[in-house]
């Protein structure tokens, strides 16, 4: 049974560039979260989907950052342009029926990102 | 606002027990659960427990609700250096959505 999968597991850039994360939920899971994780901040919830649907997108930094999820089964989150201060590991996490609150979330392994 | 806090470090003898502590504010939690994030790889759901249960057991890990207090512990009996890593706490916010929101991390340290 396949987990969450993310990629790139790793990705270093130049400031300004724009950056795309993947994420690929397990099948059959109909919420799918993105996290960042830094030392400063811990861990933060940037934005949800339900089938597809953002929910609630109050955790994104700011304008430059952006999310999408064309279908059940991949979704991005897109950094454009990114800054020195975006690097932190980014966790997709996917869960179903998360509204009852029995069904766990399963994170991916992270993508370690560094805009130097 | 919610609000989940953990002490930052904790350093046993293998072999000892653990216990890793959290609070949390939100009264509407309905479910709390234990995370636990290995070096350089995602969070790893360890236990849960729903909020009218006071105890629930799982092989080594014990976990004891409070919920008077608003307290959530994990005990890790006869901690090994495998289960040296980082514990999350996070409660469910069923009024809000169904977000989880996460504790900083414990980071449990088992010395030989």
């Known amino acids: 049974d396949a987990g969450v999968i993310q990629s790139p597991r790793h990705e270093v850039t130049e400031m300004g560039q724009e950056v795309t994360l993947r994420c690929k939920p397990i099948s059959g899971h109909d919420y799918l979260f993105w996290y960042r994780q830094t030392m400063m901040r811990g861990l933060e919830l940037l934005i949800y989907f339900n089938n597809n649907v953002p929910i609630d997108d109050s955790g994104m930094p700011e304008d430059r950052f952006s999310a999408k999820m064309p279908n059940a089964s991949f979704s991005t989150l897109k950094i454009q342009p990114s800054e020195p201060r975006d690097s932190a590991v980014y966790f997709c996490?996917?869960?179903?029926?998360?509204?009852?609150?029995?069904?766990?979330?399963?994170f991916g392994d992270g993508t370690r990102l560094s805009i130097l | 606002g919610e609000d989940v806090e953990q002490s930052l470090f904790l350093s046993v003898r293998e072999g000892d027990s653990s216990v890793i502590n959290c609070t949390y504010t939100d009264s509407s939690s309905t479910y709390l659960y234990w995370y636990k994030q290995e070096p350089g790889a995602g969070l790893q759901l360890l236990t849960y427990i729903f909020s009218n249960m006071d105890m629930k057991q799982d092989q080594r890990l014990t976990v004891l609700l409070n919920k008077k207090d608003k307290h959530l512990s994990l005990r890790i009996a006869d901690t090994q250096t495998g289960d040296s890593a980082i514990y999350f706490c996070?409660?469910?916010?069923?009024?809000?959505?169904?977000?989880?929101?996460f504790g900083q991390g414990t980071e449990l340290s088992v010395k030989p």
């Open positions: 996070a409660e469910f916010l069923y009024n809000q959505g169904g977000k989880l929101i």
């Open positions: 996490a996917s869960s179903w029926g998360s509204r009852q609150g029995n069904q766990p979330q399963h």
